[in-house]
């Protein structure tokens, strides 16, 4: 037979005890356990962090680079557009240069020619002679001024 002596009793008090031992000590394993799980979540918060930070930085890349390869395509249009006017501009000059390049041989045949003709040509001859006479009437006609006193 069981005495119940109340809460005097001792092995009561002692079975209370293990009882709440039991349960302090299910209370601590609760309490770890759930520190574990706030050090996961704190790590994997963390971790989300860093990778928002590494996706923003590499956003401002991304959009730092895209500026610059839509001025590099204007830049690209810009020296195509110079070249293609350089281009123009050289097909005239090659023209313009070939037709040069045509007077020039004119002349050089027009040249040669006349050093064939020589300074004993008829036409030389002529000339000088008009050359002697004209020289000779501007020699008198100064004379006449002179003379007339102007």
């Known amino acids: 037979m069981k005495d119940d002596r109340g ?21 601590s394993l609760l309490i770890d356990q759930h520190k574990r799980e706030i ?10 962090i860093r990778t928002q930070n590494q996706l923003d930085g590499n956003k401002r890349i991304v959009e730092e680079l895209s500026s610059k390869v839509i001025d590099l395509k204007n830049e690209i249009d810009r020296l195509s557009e110079e070249n293609d006017n350089l281009r123009t501009i050289d097909s005239s000059h090659k023209q313009l240069n070939g037709e040069l390049q045509a007077k ?3 002349v050089e045949n027009e040249m040669a020619l006349l050093k064939g003709i020589g300074s004993n040509s008829p036409e030389v001859r002529d000339l000088k002679r008009d050359n002697k006479y004209l020289a000779k009437q501007v020699e008198d006609y100064r004379e006449i001024l002179r003379k007339a006193g102007l």
């Not at 809460?7 to 209370?27: C, P």
């Not at 050090?39 to 989300?48: C, F």
């Open 39 to 48: 050090h996961r979540y704190k790590m994997k918060e963390s971790e989300w």
């Open 104 to 106: 020039i041989k004119e």
């Open 7 to 27: 809460e005097l009793d001792l092995t009561r008090q002692i079975d209370e005890l293990k009882k709440n031992k039991d349960s302090t000590l299910d209370l």
